[in-house]
């Protein structure tokens, strides 16, 4: 082990101190420089969606309402929802961690188009601007899935400029899929073949098929909605021979695979930091990659299961929900993977395990109700209800955002050459898993009581679950403050970091913390397989 | 570069799928709408446009023989090409339509029990020459880049991947125009 790390003392020379002018920022061409660019952007946006989320909390500690208008709520959840899906969620760990780790991880000096990287930085700050600029100018009322007629014929909203903004985001996510894709093919160090790739680039490689292949399917739709919302004519208008039908199968085309845009960088994540933090090779590789990529076409597959009660054909509904149902097996090999990963393993609890730990957890809590909406009969009760939201919620926010955190964790370091406060980052973990807990629990109770979601007020007898899961709203509120806090107060203070310092394999730990430009100073050789960690007999007694 | 036709295919999938569904709703009106278009004018640019590829593919195996002048004259060749298309597509044919009310608004000029099929009809229209004739431009910006790069001597036979690569995508526009073409002129004027 001690063999390949590196020499650490050499702090002058890295990445961050390389051009210290604002310029050598916003013209770099530097992928971890861009991860930062990225980092700083999202995190403001995390935030912009946050605050929307805590005023829909807050409206609803009371049934008649905590804001008077109705409007205004429709708003805040549309803002919530358009920010958090499209500048945070999907671009989240691809742009940040993904930009940051995967040329260091394939032992490359940067990805295969570090310009492109930069230009899709640039696309998704103009796409934040014109959100940003919707959102000033009054917002939009639509929810995020901009369903027609409501978007095209009756919305006082926005809209035009909120569809601009997804529809240059898009590109900005198509640059870096590209950018992945090509990079993982042409770029990996010598001796690394496929298999020895770690999966977290598995699973961005899966990740960027889909965004690749299902973003532009967005764009034409959006391209189309523009048109009839602007010229008051259009495909989607029942009135000239139009269907509103056909915008959503190819909405949920897209913004189905989209969800797993989302989830599997996570997996991918949770992938790299359960066998580092056991200490034991990761348990069936294999099989781990092999469910991220049959994630990924099972993705396309299974858009009709928004679709159950919009008057969808009762046969094609009845193969949705059979397909929908195929996809929890590959994501429950990854579960039973993790697990068996640390069956036997020496576990430390550091807080990217905890946060992994959180994940594994949320996630499954997730996926199964999941299999309860796409059941067809159970659907017909439980769609439109708050146990829809508690659903995605669980699988997005628990699962993904608890992944993002364990990443920005595990790789802190890395980033940037500083330990956080171990204390504090176990107790953030603590607290954001306690806290998400009270805040969606209650909300599976309230869906499958019949609570629908997007009213701004509701009947008394739902208040008391509701003013827990506000409460729940506010716990996890501190938790994600927290590690705001902390991080930002490590940069600073924090302890140096050596350039492995949990021990972890993957050819990213074997440069300096942080790295120098050229990442590596000597291109690395990959003869060992990945997750090569100490205790591995114990794996092969149960294979 | 297959990976981007691969997203490009994809962008224009849904405007095709859309096109073909609504037509299978509307069909007499689609034809009605089908009977107003100039199918002169989008035959004459068929052939320019198809042209203008072969043009073009005729200048990348000259390079790959090395003769970089040559090389140039059918980039030029394949350039003027599609302006003409260009022309005719949004100088000549565009103006036309307007000049008929045939764009979509309360003035639109085709009534009668299909007068609706028709106006879906014409949005499709017009929307997809439009996103065809922004692929045309930017292919057009590719080509000229790759004019000026031959001008400075940058091809040979040992290096010429740029060319092939706007190659790609300057068939692919055709391609998209292939498809365009019949659901635009033909499907629908035999009715």
């Avoid at chain 1, 508690?390 to 993904?400: C, D, I, N, P």
């Avoid at chain 1, 890395?414 to 330990?419: A, F, N």
């Avoid at chain 2, 981007?4 to 073909?20: K, Q, R, V």
């Amino acid at each position: 082990m001690s063999a390949i790390v590196a020499d650490t003392t050499k702090h002058a020379n890295s990445y961050l101190t390389d051009g210290t002018t604002i310029r050598s920022w916003l013209l770099t061409t530097d992928h971890k420089r861009i991860a930062l660019l990225y980092l700083g952007s999202i995190t403001l946006f995390f935030f912009i969606g946050g605050v929307a989320a805590a005023l829909i909390r807050y409206n609803l500690i009371a049934p008649q309402g905590m804001i008077s208008s109705a409007e205004t709520y429709n708003r805040l959840f549309t803002v919530h929802g358009v920010v958090m899906v499209w500048f945070f969620l999907i671009p989240a760990v691809p742009v940040t961690l993904g930009n940051f780790v995967v040329p260091l991880m394939l032992g490359a000096r940067d990805l295969a188009f570090p310009k492109l990287n930069l230009i899709s930085w640039y696309l998704y700050i103009l796409a934040g601007a014109a959100a940003l600029y919707s959102l000033i100018a009054g917002g939009v009322d639509t929810g995020w899935t901009f369903y027609t007629p409501l978007t095209t014929a009756y919305s006082k909203g926005h809209v035009v400029a909120t569809i601009v903004a997804i529809f240059i985001a898009g590109f900005s996510s198509i640059a870096t899929g590209l950018n992945f894709i090509i990079s993982i093919h042409t770029l990996r160090a010598p001796g690394m073949t496929w298999y020895k790739m770690p999966v977290f680039l598995w699973s961005l490689y899966a990740t960027s098929v889909i965004l690749v292949l299902a973003t532009p399917v967005l764009a034409m739709t959006l391209l189309l909605l523009a048109f009839e919302r602007i010229f008051h004519i259009g495909v989607f208008d029942p009135a000239i021979g139009g269907d509103p039908l056909l915008f959503q199968h190819l909405f949920w085309f897209y913004s189905h695979p989209a969800v797993y845009v989302m989830i599997l960088p996570g997996f991918g994540v949770i992938s790299e930091i359960v066998p580092a933090f056991s200490n034991k090779g990761l348990f069936g590789y294999r099989f781990v990659v092999w469910s991220s990529i049959s994630i990924a076409v099972i993705s396309f597959l299974v858009w009709g299961h928004h679709m159950f009660v919009a008057g969808t054909s009762l046969y094609s509904a009845l193969v949705f929900s059979i397909l929908s149902f195929m996809v929890a097996v590959p994501s429950a090999i990854k579960v039973f993977n993790w697990i068996g990963t640390m069956h036997g393993g020496s576990v430390r609890f550091d807080a990217p395990m905890l946060y992994a730990l959180g994940f594994i957890g949320l996630f499954t809590l997730g996926g199964l109700t999941g299999l309860f909406v796409a059941a067809l009969a159970a659907d017909v009760h439980l769609t439109q209800t708050y146990f829809v939201v508690a659903h995605f919620h669980y699988v997005m926010v628990g699962g993904m955002v608890s992944a993002y955190f364990a990443g920005l964790h595990f790789w802190w370091p890395k980033i940037t050459g500083r330990i956080y406060p171990e204390i504090w980052g176990r107790v953030g973990a603590v607290i954001i898993f306690l806290g998400f807990n009270l805040t969606f629990f209650p909300q599976f109770l309230l869906g499958y009581l019949g609570m629908p979601r997007r009213y701004h007020s509701y009947p008394p007898e739902f208040e008391v679950l509701n003013v827990l899961s506000s409460a729940g709203a506010t716990i996890l509120a501190v938790g994600y403050l927290l590690p705001l806090a902390y991080l930002t107060w490590s940069l600073f203070y924090g302890k140096r970091a050596g350039a492995n310092p949990w021990n972890a394999t993957g050819l990213e730990w074997r440069t300096a913390s942080p790295p120098p430009t050229e990442n590596f100073e000597v291109t690395p050789v990959v003869t060992a397989p990945p997750y090569d960690y100490p205790v591995r007999e114990v794996e092969q007694r149960h294979v | 570069m297959w990976l981007f036709l691969a997203t490009e295919m994809l962008f224009f999938g849904p405007l095709f799928l859309a096109w073909i569904y609504s037509r299978h709703w509307n069909q007499q009106g689609f034809d009605a709408g089908a009977q107003h278009t100039e199918l002169i004018i989008g035959t004459v640019n068929t052939v320019v446009l198809v042209t203008s590829s072969l043009v073009y593919t005729v200048g990348v195996s000259f390079i790959e023989a090395g003769d970089s002048r040559r090389l140039i004259q059918c980039c030029v060749g394949a350039w003027l090409l599609g302006l003409v298309f260009l022309w005719l597509k949004f100088g000549v044919e565009w103006r036309h339509d307007f000049e008929r009310h045939l764009f979509p608004g309360s003035d639109f000029a085709i009534d009668g029990p299909h007068g609706d099929g028709a106006l879906l009809f014409f949005v499709f229209y017009f929307l997809g020459t439009a996103v065809h004739g922004l692929h045309m431009i930017v292919g057009l910006i590719l080509v000229g880049w790759i004019i000026f790069r031959a001008r400075r001597k940058e091809f040979s036979a040992g290096f010429y991947t740029p060319v092939s690569v706007v190659g790609l995508y300057w068939s692919f526009v055709d391609m998209v125009w292939i498809v365009l073409y019949p659901l635009i002129y033909l499907i629908g004027r035999g009715a």
